[in-house]
Protein backbone atom coordinates (compact mmCIF):
# COMPACT_ATOMS: atom_id res chain seq x y z
CA UNK A 1 0.00 0.00 0.00
CA UNK A 2 1.07 3.91 -0.89
CA UNK A 3 -0.48 6.51 1.16
CA UNK A 4 -0.08 9.98 -0.44
CA UNK A 5 -0.71 13.28 1.61
CA UNK A 6 -1.00 16.35 0.36
CA UNK A 7 -0.40 19.59 1.80
CA UNK A 8 -0.64 23.31 0.76
CA UNK A 9 -3.86 24.27 -0.91
CA UNK A 10 -5.83 27.31 0.65
CA UNK A 11 -7.48 30.52 -0.93
CA UNK A 12 -6.19 33.58 -2.53
CA UNK A 13 -6.60 36.13 -4.78
CA UNK A 14 -6.92 36.06 -8.40
CA UNK A 15 -2.79 36.72 -9.62
CA UNK A 16 -1.20 34.86 -6.54
CA UNK A 17 0.64 32.09 -6.03
CA UNK A 18 0.32 28.62 -4.27
CA UNK A 19 2.55 25.52 -3.60
CA UNK A 20 1.34 22.10 -3.48
CA UNK A 21 3.21 19.08 -1.92
CA UNK A 22 2.71 14.87 -2.38
CA UNK A 23 4.76 12.63 0.05
CA UNK A 24 4.34 9.45 -0.76
CA UNK A 25 4.76 6.40 1.79
CA UNK A 26 4.06 3.26 2.72
CA UNK A 27 5.36 -0.05 0.83
CA UNK A 28 9.13 -0.67 -0.37
CA UNK A 29 7.68 0.38 -4.07
CA UNK A 30 9.29 2.43 -6.43
CA UNK A 31 7.18 5.52 -7.44
CA UNK A 32 7.19 5.85 -11.17
CA UNK A 33 5.13 8.79 -12.61
CA UNK A 34 4.00 11.33 -10.66
CA UNK A 35 0.69 14.13 -11.25
CA UNK A 36 -1.80 16.47 -10.29
CA UNK A 37 -5.23 16.16 -11.13
CA UNK A 38 -8.60 18.96 -9.97
CA UNK A 39 -11.94 18.65 -10.19
CA UNK A 40 -13.61 21.67 -10.22
CA UNK A 41 -16.76 22.72 -8.89
CA UNK A 42 -19.98 20.82 -11.22
CA UNK A 43 -16.82 18.97 -13.32
CA UNK A 44 -15.01 15.74 -13.92
CA UNK A 45 -11.66 14.97 -12.94
CA UNK A 46 -8.74 16.55 -14.79
CA UNK A 47 -5.51 16.25 -15.77
CA UNK A 48 -3.52 19.72 -14.23
CA UNK A 49 0.61 18.21 -15.08
CA UNK A 50 2.65 14.63 -14.79
CA UNK A 51 6.02 14.16 -14.04
CA UNK A 52 8.64 11.04 -15.13
CA UNK A 53 10.64 9.20 -12.42
CA UNK A 54 13.57 9.35 -15.01
CA UNK A 55 14.26 12.46 -16.46
CA UNK A 56 11.88 14.71 -14.47
CA UNK A 57 9.91 14.44 -17.98
CA UNK A 58 6.74 16.85 -17.64
CA UNK A 59 3.78 17.83 -19.45
CA UNK A 60 0.82 20.32 -18.69
CA UNK A 61 -2.38 20.76 -19.52
CA UNK A 62 -2.71 23.65 -22.15
CA UNK A 63 -5.04 25.92 -19.42
CA UNK A 64 -1.85 26.15 -17.00
CA UNK A 65 1.31 26.11 -19.32
CA UNK A 66 3.60 28.87 -18.65
CA UNK A 67 1.86 29.57 -15.12
CA UNK A 68 2.38 26.22 -13.22
CA UNK A 69 5.57 23.92 -12.90
CA UNK A 70 5.89 20.62 -11.38
CA UNK A 71 8.82 18.91 -10.08
CA UNK A 72 9.45 16.30 -8.29
CA UNK A 73 12.05 15.05 -5.49
CA UNK A 74 12.83 10.95 -5.83
CA UNK A 75 14.51 10.54 -2.69
CA UNK A 76 11.66 11.72 -0.68
CA UNK A 77 9.13 10.86 -3.31
CA UNK A 78 7.89 14.34 -3.25
CA UNK A 79 5.52 15.80 -5.75
CA UNK A 80 5.48 19.33 -6.29
CA UNK A 81 3.27 22.12 -7.57
CA UNK A 82 3.91 25.59 -7.84
CA UNK A 83 0.82 27.58 -9.34
CA UNK A 84 1.39 31.30 -10.37
CA UNK A 85 -0.64 33.81 -12.02
CA UNK A 86 -3.66 32.08 -10.66
CA UNK A 87 -7.15 32.52 -11.82
CA UNK A 88 -10.41 31.90 -10.74
CA UNK A 89 -11.06 28.91 -12.97
CA UNK A 90 -8.16 27.56 -11.53
CA UNK A 91 -10.43 26.71 -8.45
CA UNK A 92 -11.39 22.87 -7.49
CA UNK A 93 -9.99 19.55 -5.42
CA UNK A 94 -6.50 18.62 -6.33
CA UNK A 95 -5.54 15.67 -6.03
CA UNK A 96 -2.03 13.90 -6.14
CA UNK A 97 -1.53 10.80 -8.08
CA UNK A 98 1.77 8.56 -8.36
CA UNK A 99 1.99 5.36 -10.18
CA UNK A 100 4.06 2.03 -9.31
CA UNK A 101 6.57 1.97 -11.54
CA UNK A 102 6.47 -0.65 -13.79
CA UNK A 103 3.09 -1.49 -13.24
CA UNK A 104 -0.64 -0.25 -14.12
CA UNK A 105 -1.34 0.45 -10.06
CA UNK A 106 -2.25 3.80 -9.28
CA UNK A 107 -2.76 5.46 -5.85
CA UNK A 108 -4.64 8.85 -4.81
CA UNK A 109 -4.12 11.64 -2.43
CA UNK A 110 -7.25 12.99 -0.59
CA UNK A 111 -7.37 16.15 -2.43
CA UNK A 112 -6.70 19.59 -1.32
CA UNK A 113 -9.23 22.71 -2.19
CA UNK A 114 -7.70 25.57 -3.66
CA UNK A 115 -9.80 28.21 -4.00
CA UNK A 116 -8.78 31.77 -6.38
CA UNK A 117 -11.41 34.53 -5.65
CA UNK A 118 -11.51 37.35 -8.35
Known amino acids: QVQLVESGGGEVQAGGSLRLSCAAS????????MGWFRQPPGKQRELVAV????????NYADSVKGRFTISRDNGKNTVYLQMNSLKPEDTGVYYC???????????WGQGTQVTVSS
Open 51 to 58: ISRVASIT
Open 26 to 33: GSSVTIGR
Open 97 to 107: NALIAGTSSDY
